[in-house]
């Protein structure tokens, strides 16, 4: 099974910082991982994948990049919306595993 | 619009079974794979399991196989899970979710629309 780790585990940031958040497979995944934003009582919404492709509807102030085992979501400038969990998840090999998320938060 | 709705959730004692539905609409459901994902309280995703668009294949995690299985009715444009045996660590918000794959071949996907969920709960 492959491992997906992200950092941090929480990151704290006020709107309009730049937003960094990490993850790790255990093994490389090529470019087959995805991203997904998750706010309270809420289904998880796809945001990136393939690395690097935005969704449908997706601004463009989320980017994401990476290829192998190390990928990096970015937020360029947080809008109060984006204050969520964000979990990235992979589609290399089976079983299809997420990462533990990395929780936005206001500072 | 593109949806997906959960339902069949609810208590149930350790051991017992339990189906849950989802019910598609707005999009072609018969050329789509189709998975659940569950997540239990305050803790991150779980993949449970994959359907083909024509249900002929599936996969599972490791943690249902044996107890849990996946079907679709494609004539109904509805998703189960059936889930027997049930523990305590199965308690969690269960999600169907859409692949992403427009050929209907890829199961090994991301997912683009996802349900609102049903909550789980296995407590004696």
């Known amino acids: 099974e492959i491992v997906v780790t992200q950092s941090p585990a929480t990151l704290s940031l006020s709107p309009g910082e730049r937003a960094t958040l990490s993850c790790r497979a255990s093994q490389s995944v090529s470019t087959y991982l995805a991203w997904y934003q998750q706010k309270p009582g809420q289904a998880p919404r796809l945001l990136i994948y393939d690395a690097s492709n935005r969704a449908t509807g997706i601004p463009a102030r989320f980017s994401g990049s990476g290829s192998g085992t190390d990928f990096t979501l970015t937020i360029s400038s947080l809008e109060p919306e984006d204050f969520a969990v964000y979990y990235c998840q992979q589609r290399s090999n089976w079983p299809l595993t997420f990462g533990q998320g990395t929780k936005v938060e206001i500072k | 619009q593109v949806q997906l709705v959960e339902s069949g959730g609810g208590v149930v004692q350790p051991g017992r079974s339990l189906r849950l539905s989802c019910a598609a609409s707005g999009f072609t459901f018969s050329n789509y794979g189709m998975h659940w994902v569950r997540q239990a309280p305050g803790k991150g995703l779980e993949w449970v399991a994959v359907?083909?668009?024509?249900?002929?294949?599936?996969y599972y995690a490791d943690s249902v196989k044996g107890r849990f299985t996946i079907s679709r009715d494609n004539s109904k444009n509805t998703l189960y899970l059936q889930m027997n045996s049930l523990r305590a660590e199965d308690t969690a918000v269960y999600y169907c979710?859409?692949?992403?794959?427009?050929?209907?071949?890829?199961?090994?996907?991301?997912?683009?629309?996802w349900g609102q969920g049903t909550m789980v709960t296995v407590s004696s």
């Open positions: 359907i083909s668009y024509g249900g002929n294949t599936k």
């Open positions: 979710a859409k692949g992403f794959d427009s050929s209907g071949y890829i199961l090994i996907d991301a997912f683009d629309i």
